[in-house]
Nanobody, 124 residues
Framework: EVQLVESGGDLVQAGGSLRLSCAAS????????LGWFRQAPGKEREGVSC????????YYEDSVKGRFTISSDIAKNTVYLQMNSLKPEDAAVYYC?????????????????WGQGTQVTISS
Protein backbone atom coordinates (compact mmCIF):
# COMPACT_ATOMS: atom_id res chain seq x y z
CA GLU A 1 0.00 0.00 0.00
CA VAL A 2 1.36 3.39 -0.99
CA GLN A 3 1.50 5.92 1.80
CA LEU A 4 2.68 9.51 1.97
CA VAL A 5 2.74 11.05 5.42
CA GLU A 6 3.49 14.74 5.82
CA SER A 7 4.70 16.38 8.99
CA GLY A 8 6.30 19.60 10.14
CA GLY A 9 3.47 22.04 9.72
CA ASP A 10 3.20 24.59 12.50
CA LEU A 11 2.40 28.15 13.47
CA VAL A 12 5.32 30.43 12.68
CA GLN A 13 5.89 34.15 12.52
CA ALA A 14 6.31 35.90 9.20
CA GLY A 15 9.98 35.82 8.27
CA GLY A 16 10.49 32.52 10.02
CA SER A 17 11.30 29.06 8.72
CA LEU A 18 9.79 25.60 8.68
CA ARG A 19 10.85 22.27 7.27
CA LEU A 20 8.14 19.96 6.04
CA SER A 21 8.76 16.25 5.68
CA CYS A 22 6.97 13.62 3.66
CA ALA A 23 7.72 10.00 4.45
CA ALA A 24 6.89 7.61 1.63
CA SER A 25 6.31 3.88 1.55
CA UNK A 26 4.87 1.26 -0.75
CA UNK A 27 6.83 2.04 -3.89
CA UNK A 28 10.37 2.31 -5.19
CA UNK A 29 11.41 5.73 -3.94
CA UNK A 30 14.22 6.06 -6.45
CA UNK A 31 11.83 5.86 -9.38
CA UNK A 32 9.37 8.59 -8.50
CA UNK A 33 8.91 12.30 -8.78
CA LEU A 34 7.58 14.03 -5.69
CA GLY A 35 5.75 17.28 -5.47
CA TRP A 36 4.67 19.70 -2.80
CA PHE A 37 1.35 21.46 -3.25
CA ARG A 38 -0.59 23.86 -1.08
CA GLN A 39 -4.15 24.96 -0.71
CA ALA A 40 -5.31 28.00 1.20
CA PRO A 41 -8.96 28.49 2.21
CA GLY A 42 -11.05 29.57 -0.76
CA LYS A 43 -8.22 29.04 -3.22
CA GLU A 44 -7.30 26.34 -5.66
CA ARG A 45 -4.52 23.92 -4.92
CA GLU A 46 -1.24 25.09 -6.41
CA GLY A 47 2.05 23.41 -7.12
CA VAL A 48 4.92 24.71 -5.01
CA SER A 49 7.87 22.53 -5.90
CA CYS A 50 8.82 19.08 -7.14
CA UNK A 51 11.85 16.86 -7.48
CA UNK A 52 12.75 13.91 -9.66
CA UNK A 53 14.56 11.37 -7.51
CA UNK A 54 16.37 9.69 -10.39
CA UNK A 55 18.33 12.77 -11.46
CA UNK A 56 17.63 15.49 -8.90
CA UNK A 57 15.77 17.75 -11.30
CA UNK A 58 13.76 20.34 -9.38
CA TYR A 59 10.98 22.82 -10.08
CA TYR A 60 9.81 25.82 -8.06
CA GLU A 61 6.78 28.00 -8.44
CA ASP A 62 7.85 31.60 -8.99
CA SER A 63 6.59 32.96 -5.68
CA VAL A 64 8.78 30.55 -3.67
CA LYS A 65 11.98 30.66 -5.71
CA GLY A 66 14.90 31.63 -3.52
CA ARG A 67 12.95 30.95 -0.33
CA PHE A 68 11.96 27.28 -0.52
CA THR A 69 14.23 24.32 -1.15
CA ILE A 70 13.09 20.80 -1.95
CA SER A 71 15.34 17.84 -1.22
CA SER A 72 15.05 14.10 -1.09
CA ASP A 73 16.74 11.52 1.11
CA ILE A 74 16.64 8.25 -0.77
CA ALA A 75 17.90 6.27 2.21
CA LYS A 76 15.06 7.54 4.38
CA ASN A 77 12.36 7.51 1.68
CA THR A 78 11.62 11.07 2.65
CA VAL A 79 11.24 14.32 0.76
CA TYR A 80 11.63 17.67 2.47
CA LEU A 81 10.55 21.21 1.83
CA GLN A 82 12.65 23.80 3.60
CA MET A 83 10.71 27.02 3.76
CA ASN A 84 12.51 30.23 4.69
CA SER A 85 11.44 33.87 4.83
CA LEU A 86 7.85 32.79 5.21
CA LYS A 87 5.13 35.25 4.26
CA PRO A 88 1.49 35.40 5.33
CA GLU A 89 0.50 34.30 1.82
CA ASP A 90 2.40 31.03 2.33
CA ALA A 91 -0.18 29.92 4.88
CA ALA A 92 -2.00 26.85 3.61
CA VAL A 93 -2.37 23.12 3.96
CA TYR A 94 0.67 21.60 2.30
CA TYR A 95 0.37 18.27 0.52
CA CYS A 96 2.97 15.84 -0.70
CA UNK A 97 2.29 13.93 -3.92
CA UNK A 98 4.08 11.25 -5.92
CA UNK A 99 4.09 9.93 -9.45
CA UNK A 100 6.18 7.18 -11.00
CA UNK A 101 8.89 8.30 -13.39
CA UNK A 102 10.32 11.62 -14.50
CA UNK A 103 7.23 13.82 -14.33
CA UNK A 104 8.13 16.78 -12.17
CA UNK A 105 5.40 19.35 -12.60
CA UNK A 106 3.35 21.90 -10.76
CA UNK A 107 0.24 20.43 -12.36
CA UNK A 108 -1.54 18.28 -9.80
CA UNK A 109 -3.32 16.11 -12.35
CA UNK A 110 -0.27 13.99 -13.10
CA UNK A 111 0.25 12.77 -9.55
CA UNK A 112 -1.10 9.39 -8.51
CA UNK A 113 -0.59 9.43 -4.75
CA TRP A 114 -1.29 12.07 -2.14
CA GLY A 115 -0.69 12.60 1.52
CA GLN A 116 -3.22 13.92 4.01
CA GLY A 117 -1.64 17.35 4.32
CA THR A 118 -0.02 19.40 7.05
CA GLN A 119 -1.13 22.86 8.16
CA VAL A 120 1.20 25.83 7.90
CA THR A 121 0.00 28.96 9.66
CA ILE A 122 1.82 32.28 9.46
CA SER A 123 1.34 35.04 11.99
CA SER A 124 2.11 38.58 10.87
Amino acid sequence: EVQLVESGGDLVQAGGSLRLSCAASGFSFEDVSLGWFRQAPGKEREGVSCIVNSDGYTYYEDSVKGRFTISSDIAKNTVYLQMNSLKPEDAAVYYCAAVLGHHCSGYDGIYDYWGQGTQVTISS
